[in-house]
């Protein structure tokens, strides 16, 4: 079904035109009835498409990320409008033995969560998601991953959207010393062997963050405009699973360093077993970082 609808507005954003039902119901193999009822269906979804004695027409698409937009991605997006967390919904499907690259995406958290068990504002605008994966990584190897989410995310926002955006260790993306997405993420491991490993990320893209977090900006209130959340999710994923695992394993700590706004400063890390403070030398191979102390 959600296929059906995904092919239905790429013929129809590929002709930018007036498609008509016949076309459409040539192409893809189905009656002019069921054609209407898909695109019903599409429109009961928010999509805005006119229907005249000459076919259909594509006016205007929501800003949501349904499944039937990504396009090599189907089948492994899960949209909600509203969750509790987008972890919980993954946790649940992670040990249920889903597979590898399952995304778990929704538009409001009543529950979100950051780290250090704070609470992560999720209000309308914004982007939450939960990646999951499968990697094949010790616990204490697996930290490398969560430093390639945090550059991918970086180098997505560099590249598309031309904001300076930096890493702080572990995972926030900075731009301008300004709090844009935090990543929190969890895993379960057996023996020696990961089992999942989710990647939460929470970006503020059109919401305003500032009323909880005055040190947070949102990419919107960068930019002066309201920014795709669905182009947004289909970049960064597309970029991540590129060259994953691979690159994830091998160039990602200089990835990140190059991207770095923690390195030779002053940093306080706070664990919730421990307080260091010091001076960010490197990060090593593992993706931890390493500080030397004040004495
Ligand atoms: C942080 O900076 O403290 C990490 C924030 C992570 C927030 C994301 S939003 C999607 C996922 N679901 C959650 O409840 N948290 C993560």
């Known amino acids: 079904m959600a296929d059906i609808k995904g092919q239905i507005l790429n013929l129809l954003r590929n002709q930018g035109d007036v498609v008509s039902g016949e076309v459409l119901s040539r192409e893809l193999g189905l009656s002019r009835v069921s054609v209407w009822k898909h695109i019903q269906g599409l429109k009961e979804a928010g999509y805005v498409i006119t229907a005249a004695a000459k076919g259909y027409r594509l006016i205007k698409s929501p800003d949501v990320p349904f499944d039937w937009e990504f396009s090599g991605w189907r089948g492994r997006i899960h949209y909600y409008q509203k969750a509790s967390s987008t972890m919980n919904i993954a946790r649940e499907m992670a040990r249920q033995g889903c597979p590898e690259m399952t995304v778990v995406v929704t538009d409001v958290q009543t ?22 994966l499968r990697p094949v990584a010790t616990p204490q ?42 990543i929190l993420s969890q895993m379960e491991a057996e023996f020696d062997q990961v089992s999942y490993l989710n990647i ?36 960064f994923l597309d970029a991540f699973e590129t060259n994953y695992p691979t690159a994830a394993l091998r160039q990602t700590v200089d990835r990140w360093k190059r991207l770095s706004v923690t ?33």
């Open 111 to 132: 529950n979100g969560r950051g780290r250090m068990n704070r609470t992560w504002h999720s209000e309308k605008g914004g982007l939450y998601f939960t990646l999951i």
């Open 141 to 182: 190897n697996s930290p490398r991953i969560n430093l390639y989410a945090a550059t991918i995310l970086a180098e997505v926002l560099r590249r598309q959207y031309q904001v300076d955006a930096g890493v702080k260790w572990p995972n926030d993306i900075l731009v301008n010393g300004k709090k844009v997405a935090g």
């Open 200 to 235: 939460g990320l929470g970006i503020n893209v059109n919401n305003d963050p500032t009323p909880y977090e005055p040190g947070a900006i949102a990419l919107g209130q960068l930019l002066g405009q309201p920014v795709s959340r669905l182009d947004l999710l289909k970049s």
């Open 263 to 295: 390195l030779d400063r002053s940093v306080k890390v706070v664990t919730p077993r421990s307080v260091t403070e010091g001076v960010a030398v490197d990060v090593d191979a593992n993706g931890g970082l390493i500080i030397q102390q004040f004495s």
